[in-house]
């Protein structure tokens, strides 16, 4: 049994993530998948970690098993609400060597630094800067990164930091909340890169990865969806049932211009190709949508399809990563996620 696994028998999970006094947490991460993560990071007794995303409190709790008495957890939350109960909870349960703090995760933590690990449970628009900055020669961070600047596009990477630069070794299927700048209400809308969205007579958006070439009114972001919604085609998608994690990667992988993701229902995702005058999407059912049955982006879609289903339909696990460091000039310092094959 490893550590992870003997941490989870000291540690009450149903007590943070549905406790009497605060009630269950919406924004929870599945208890399997933050096992998964804590592994991979390989926290050792006296270690310093920082993690990005209190949530209920469980995570920090099972770092703090694992960091022993000689070690210290320091916990980010956006949300104060989280951040207070947390810390009520492992007060309750005499947990002293952890301290969650309401604060932008994307910052880092510098009060706190340098940090042995770094784990975050929230999807940064890129690898900050300030993680690297703030993690010891030979440290470790795994956190879910974009892979396209659209969303629900991610994988979780293990980085490890030598010499101040990053370097993946290795990418999992996955992916938690974006990272916002206040607390997320509307759990059916992405957190960033919505480019535009209709809530009646019920919610859809679109997310397009040209929306620089979009004018200020996001007519083509407006018009895309439009072409999805009304007076559109449909057809089912000929091949297997559409296995997500494997073509979300690879639809991100092909670096297109023109990649969309949409939401034309409640809790169906669609990936897809979008211009000005055209448009077409696979929605998770298998349903392709377009403005018409001849329509230049079904065709795109179509031959991205069978490029994924001639490539053996492959495990994000499977892709070559790269970080490569962003244009401080248009947004945050740090590096974004690229796959290849």
């Known amino acids: 049994m490893n550590a992870v696994a003997l941490a989870t028998e000291s540690v009450p999970e149903r007590h943070y993530t549905h406790h009497e006094g605060r009630g269950p947490t919406p924004h ?78 994307t910052a880092g933590f510098a009060e706190g630094a340098p940090y042995d690990r770094m784990v975050a449970w929230c999807t940064p628009p890129l690898l900050p800067k300030a993680w690297v900055d ?58 960033r890169w919505v480019d535009w969205e209709r809530r009646v007579p019920a919610l859809s958006w679109i997310s397009i ?66 211009t000005t005058t055209t448009a077409a999407v696979i929605q998770q059912d298998g349903t392709i949508v377009a403005d018409r049955s001849d329509s230049p982006s079904l065709n795109v879609l179509r031959g991205w399809l069978k490029q994924w289903e001639d490539a053996g339909r492959p495990a994000p696990e499977t892709y070559t990563p790269a970080l490569i460091r962003a244009d401080s000039n248009h947004g945050a310092e740090g590096w974004h996620l690229r796959l290849s094959r």
């Open 28 to 105: 929870r991460s599945n208890p399997a998948v933050i096992h998964r993560e804590l592994t991979t990071l390989d926290v050792h007794p006296g270690h310093k970690v920082a993690e990005y995303g209190t949530g209920s409190g469980l995570s920090g709790a099972l770092l703090a098993q694992l960091v022993g008495p000689t070690g210290s957890v320091t916990s980010l939350d956006i949300d104060d609400f989280l951040v207070r109960w947390a810390n009520l909870i492992h007060h309750e349960r005499g947990v002293d060597n952890v301290r969650c703090h309401t604060a932008d995760g």
């Open 209 to 274: 990865a040209w929306r620089r070439d979009d004018d200020p009114l996001h007519t083509g972001a407006r018009t895309a969806l439009s072409r999805l919604l009304k007076d559109r085609h449909t057809e089912p998608y000929n091949g297997r049932e559409v296995d997500w994690p494997s073509w979300r990667t690879f639809a991100a992988a092909l670096g297109d211009h023109r990649l969309t993701m949409a939401g034309l229902s409640p809790d169906l995702w669609a990936i897809g190709h979008t």
């Open 134 to 191: 703030q993690v010891i020669d030979g440290g470790l961070i795994v956190a879910p990164l974009p892979i396209a600047a659209v969303p629900n596009m991610t994988v979780v990477a293990k980085i490890r930091v030598n010499g101040g630069e990053p370097v993946v070794e290795a990418v999992f299927t996955g992916g938690y909340i974006e990272a916002t700048a206040s607390p997320k209400g509307d759990l059916d809308l992405p957190g």
